[in-house]
């Protein structure tokens, strides 16, 4: 199965071999596990980045949201979508996610909504890095008990922040009620550190209809790995990694059919020196 992947998509056994145990290691079930690694693989081409970065990064996704709510081809849809609003890459995410998804889905933040935040960041220019561990330091701050950000949400809503992204709230809808209920110093001297209020500031305010257009565009992100998938694999690259893949198919084929009689041989010649 996975010699019948290689060939599809143009890489190397060297390439998918190391993949599939870095999926089996984060859990992929081994009954599904060529099914994960096309969809890995066509984010990967369309990505334009390796295997092993595709695998990583779609993981981290399921891992966190769990594969009963997020499956590895809508985590890849969401992505590009994030890719498409920000300027990001599907690589940068790949690597970076992990850092404020545990959080997020802990309290309950749809993959979607952060997505989005951090399309909305890196269009600002912010790196990729820079703005997940900014939105993970925001949540932490915002589902805190105790904190000035914490107390002032429960006085406006009588609720907490997890509870009110239970109800069908956004991140960023919450610190927009929060951002306009005070003048603009007093909401920056809520966060506890500059990372939280960066994360904050850029997806409030005047930037607050860029990250519900985001949000919304990763909510309808059905297809966007199939599309990026067939951009990236109509060109001379692919087609080449495609045959040159297919060609070392047949030279294995060859190999395993001749190992046995090359083992036999060896072993005359050594019997043979021995005499």
Known sequence: ???????????????????????????????????????????AIGGATDLETAVDGITSVVNAYGSENISAAEAADIMFSAVKDGKTTFEELAGTLST????????????????????EMTSQGVKTSVAAAGIRQLFTEASKTGTDLDEVIRDLTGKSFAELIKDGETSAGILQLVRDSMPDQEFRDLFGSVEAAGAALQITGN??????????????????????????????????????????DIMLGVGIKLLPLFVKGIG????????
């Open 1 to 43: 199965d996975l010699r019948d992947m290689s060939k599809e998509f143009g890489f190397a056994t060297s390439e998918t071999i190391p993949a599939l145990y870095q999926a089996i290691s984060a859990g992929v079930p081994t009954e599904n596990v060529i099914e994960f690694m096309s969809t890995a693989a066509k984010a």
């Open 100 to 119: 404020a998804l545990p959080h997020a889905s802990a309290i309950g933040v749809e993959f979607a909504d952060v997505a989005a935040s951090i399309a």
């Open 207 to 248: 930037q607050f209809d860029g990250f519900e257009e985001s949000l919304a565009n990763a909510e309808e992100s059905a297809g966007n790995l199939d599309a990026a998938f067939v951009t990236m694999s109509d060109t001379a690259k692919f087609k080449l990694d495609q045959s040159l893949a297919q060609l070392r």
């Open 268 to 275: 005359l010649v050594e019997g043979a020196m021995m005499r």
